[in-house]
């Protein structure tokens, strides 16, 4: 009964009239617009305001002249569009003005579907692009579709996009006999400009027409070229314009019902908290955010996992605050390989699961710790200088007898990044700070503080189609002698390896580490494109307190060579080849591994997708270093695998993703399988959904189990695990308007481990495999049957712009006590099914408004 009352209400909501434009200095309204170009054009002041109507009919977009020259930039680079399109800008004190007609002689097959607000669906699209600061680096990209569905991203990085940021910003569209239209209103206080007293925007407009996946732009983006925001055009005359000091403050008040145990029963819990989200203007292009009590229950849950590996699970975020504007904080510690895993400031450490949860367990502990509060400033210098800056505080939580299982602990992230030559090349600084108060409690366990400190460059060069990067980054860290030495024993750096040079010193009170990168690459032009790199992370280095690190004490290489044909054929729309190659080594010189691959992938003139590859592992004598936990360095065996999918055309109302891999069986005997197939369904304009499953099976012979120490000295010890798991994957989403939608996410997961042949290492670095091990005798081991559910439903309702309403059911359901190490698919999800469920219901309601 709640969407039917809804939508009720949502239809009362009536647009209003059209706010009267400020007045601006008598000199800008006599002005003459000079007629646009391939790249240039003028806005137009608004003596009137249009109303916001999708209708061109105002003196507004009489007056504004029309830019015309648009080309399509997809399938064909610089190809004559299919349809014209047309576009004006104008202008008041307040508002930036830009009405777009895209001509379509059949508006009839114009494409559109309702949606929340940021998805993408197939629809026809306008997307208007702003870059204020004209740095050639920053944008904000404002996307409608036919239907008034709005889409919005923060561009950074020249191109790189950041969907977290929701605008408030209005947009009207209509249909009608000659084609679709989309009449933009965005606040100038929702751009970042310099005090000046013209500007010039950079500015592009695209249109998409989906029934035949062709792009159209201006000014024209060249694909075969380096970046995007440096592709912009220039639109200038504005003139006596000011950014207001921004205020915008954004309360919120949340009821959750949950279960909550209750010595060996559950009863059900009622609780009510309050905050808010402040934004601030404190100049003209930086801004300060900030947020009290923060709430994230409408947040989709993260996917379920079985983490075996030596290795953290690394998690995307998914929490507002701290996804706008993230990409301000990044810094190039990867060195260019595409390990983004490698995170100098990994915001999911704010807030993080209590360290402490499973030492002082108790059946009420949170899951994680709360944020009292947390600011971030960010923005851009009239200089060049991108500021960035993010301080977090979380409390203290207690678990069994009030011991703290969490302590009360602070997060300072700095970045600063300052361009040159428009751009093209840049220096920067990040600065990593966590504080810990520490008591009797924690003390010996966690680090009480962690610093790490860096610096990156890059330069393009030779037309913009080369780049060079590099980066350097020095930690360190301190508390007690025992939380040290937890943290040289620990994954990331195993100092006790027995056959290791490095030493463990149980009475060290701090560790420091440094890591350095290199990369050389070729971006654009032509069809071919590369990348090669170095990287050296020293024994010491850790960041895992702000940021996350897999391991330490490593020394890399790579290289990459791509072929990208982007003029379509009659054999494809686009294609590419793609070979890398790898090396690695622990800082003492120990060989870990080398590696290649070949790929392909492209677009066919259907519009299918398809991609394959075959991958080569253990190239020459490679040793595994992290495989027994801290014991001697494992041989590794070579592994040969290969991977494959397919699309459909997902204009259809029925398309189908497949792909899978295979991982041929290797000198021990191990292997591995997987399939991913999913299915999308399209019920007229309102209804998506997605179904997909995850089946695979592994076979490994050579799985660490466990660490044994007796009179005899250390075992280490390994089995042969035969795995199978399955996870279904569904998402629903239901839009009733543009601004009220239902959306579903669910997922059971299965996985179900048999473990036999106990064995423990012996010549570990024996060229026979059988050689490496021998017989194990001690505890036996214990198979595992591990279920979980995880579903988040959610009713989203933006009553007036920036002002939403949530209605949240999450339901959580877990089982690992049954069936160990048999997998059996249809009795496995039956029994989780049948498993007690964490039923948690939220009403989370937010109003915004600007000062």
Do not use: C
């Amino acid at each position: 009964m709640l969407l039917p009352f809804l939508f009720a209400l949502q239809a009362t909501v009536a647009r209003g009239p059209a706010p009267p434009p400020d007045a601006l200095p008598s000199a800008s309204a006599s002005r003459s617009v000079p007629a646009p170009t391939a790249n240039s054009a003028t806005a137009a002041l608004a003596t009137t305001a249009p109303v916001l109507d999708g209708k061109d009919d105002d003196a507004l977009w009489r007056d504004a002249p029309a830019i015309t020259q648009f080309r399509q930039h997809d399938p064909v680079e610089d190809g004559d569009p299919r349809y014209r399109t047309e576009a004006r800008v104008g202008y008041d004190a307040r508002y930036l003005y830009v009405f777009v007609r895209a001509f379509d002689p059949a508006p009839d097959s114009v494409m559109a579907f309702l949606s929340r607000r940021d998805a993408r669906t197939q629809s026809d699209y306008i997307h208007l692009m702003v870059d204020a600061y004209h740095d050639r680096r920053t944008a904000f990209r404002f996307s409608v579709n036919p239907l008034g569905v709005k889409r919005d991203f923060y561009l950074s990085g020249d191109g790189d996009e950041d969907a977290s940021w929701d605008g408030v910003w209005e947009v009207a569209t209509a249909v009608d006999s000659l084609g679709w239209t989309a009449e933009y209103r965005i606040p100038f206080g929702q751009l970042r400009f310099p005090e000046a007293p013209s500007h010039t925007f950079g500015f592009a407009i695209w249109r998409e027409i989906a029934r035949y996946n062709e792009r159209i732009s201006w000014p024209l983006y060249r694909r075969s070229r380096t970046g995007l925001v440096s592709q912009f055009g220039d639109v200038s005359g504005f003139d006596g314009i000011t950014a207001p000091r921004r205020l915008e403050v954004l309360p919120y008040s949340v009821a959750t019902n949950a279960p909550r145990p209750v010595g060996n029963a559950f009863e059900r819990q009622q609780d009510f908290a309050f905050g808010a989200d402040v934004k601030y203007g404190l100049t003209s292009n930086l801004t300060l955010d900030g947020t009290v009590n923060p709430d994230f229950g409408q947040v989709e849950a993260d996917p379920a996992v079985l983490n075996l590996t030596a290795f953290e699970q690394f998690f995307q975020e998914r929490r507002p605050f701290f996804l706008e504007g993230a990409g301000i904080f990044s810094f190039d510690a990867q060195g260019g390989d595409g390990d983004v895993s490698n995170a100098l400031f990994y915001s999911r450490r704010v807030g993080r699961g209590p360290q402490l949860s499973g030492r002082y367990y108790d059946q009420d502990n949170p899951s994680n710790s709360t944020i009292l509060g947390a600011a971030k400033l960010t923005g851009r210098t009239a200089g060049g200088l991108n500021v960035g800056f993010l301080d977090a505080v979380t409390q203290r939580e207690q678990g069994a007898l009030g011991r703290t299982i969490e302590p009360q602990s602070n997060y300072l992230v700095t970045r600063l990044q300052q361009d040159f030559k428009g751009g093209n090349s840049g220096v920067g600084m990040m600065l990593t700070a966590t504080n810990r108060s520490l008591d009797d409690d924690s003390r010996a366990y966690l680090r009480e503080s962690a610093y790490a400190f860096g610096i990156d460059a890059r330069h393009r060069f030779r037309g913009n189609n080369y780049e060079v990067r590099g980066s350097a980054v020095a930690s360190r860290v301190a508390g007690s002698a025992s939380s040290i030495l937890a943290t040289q024993r620990s994954a990331v750096h195993f100092y006790q390896r027995p056959d290791s040079r490095l030493t463990v010193d149980s009475n060290a009170t701090s560790l420091d580490g440094s890591r350095v990168n290199l990369s050389l690459g070729k971006t654009g032009g032509g069809v071919v494109r590369f990348q090669t790199g170095v990287s050296e992370t020293s024994a010491g280095y850790e960041i895992n307190d702000a940021g996350f690190l897999p391991r330490a004490d490593e020394r890399s290489q790579y290289t990459w060579v791509g072929l990208q044909f982007q003029k379509p054929t009659k054999y494809y729309r686009r294609a590419n080849i793609n070979i890398n190659q790898w090396n690695g080594w622990n800082t003492e010189g120990l060989h870990l591994n080398s590696g290649g691959n070949i790929n392909i992938n492209g677009e066919l003139p259907n519009q299918w997708f398809v991609y394959t590859g075959f991958n080569l592992n253990g190239i020459g004598t490679g040793f595994d270093d992290r495989a027994s936990r801290g014991g001697p360095a494992l041989r590794r065996n070579q592994r040969r695998n290969t991977w494959f999918g397919v699309q459909s055309d997902r204009r259809k109302p029925t398309s189908f993703t497949m792909q899978g891999f295979v991982v041929f069986k290797d000198v021990s005997g191990s292997k591995e399988w997987g399939i991913d197939p999913s299915v999308n369904f399209r019920v007229a304009s309102r209804v998506q959904a997605e179904v997909g499953m995850h089946l695979s099976a592994e076979t490994n012979d050579a799985q660490w189990y466990d660490n044994v120490t007796d009179g005899s000295g250390t075992h280490y010890t390994f089995a042969h695990l035969d795995q199978r798991t399955s996870a279904i994957t569904t998402r629903l989403d239901f839009t009733l308007t543009p601004t009220l939608s239902f959306q579903l996410y669910a997922q059971p997961f299965i996985t179900a481990g048999d473990y036999s042949d106990h064995r423990e290492l012996a010549d570990p670095r024996a060229a026979r495999y059988a050689d490496r091990f021998r017989p194990y005798t001690g505890a036996p081991l214990e198979d595992f049957n591990f279920k979980q559910f995880r579903s988040n439903s959610v009713v989203r309702w933006e009553y007036r712009p920036g002002s939403v309403l949530f209605f949240v059911w999450q339901q959580g359901r877990g089982q690992g006590d049954r069936n160990a190490g048999d997998f059996n698919l249809g009795r496995d999800y039956g029994d989780l099914f049948k498993s007690r469920s964490d039923n948690t219901f939220l009403i989370k309601g937010s109003y915004w408004f600007s000062l």
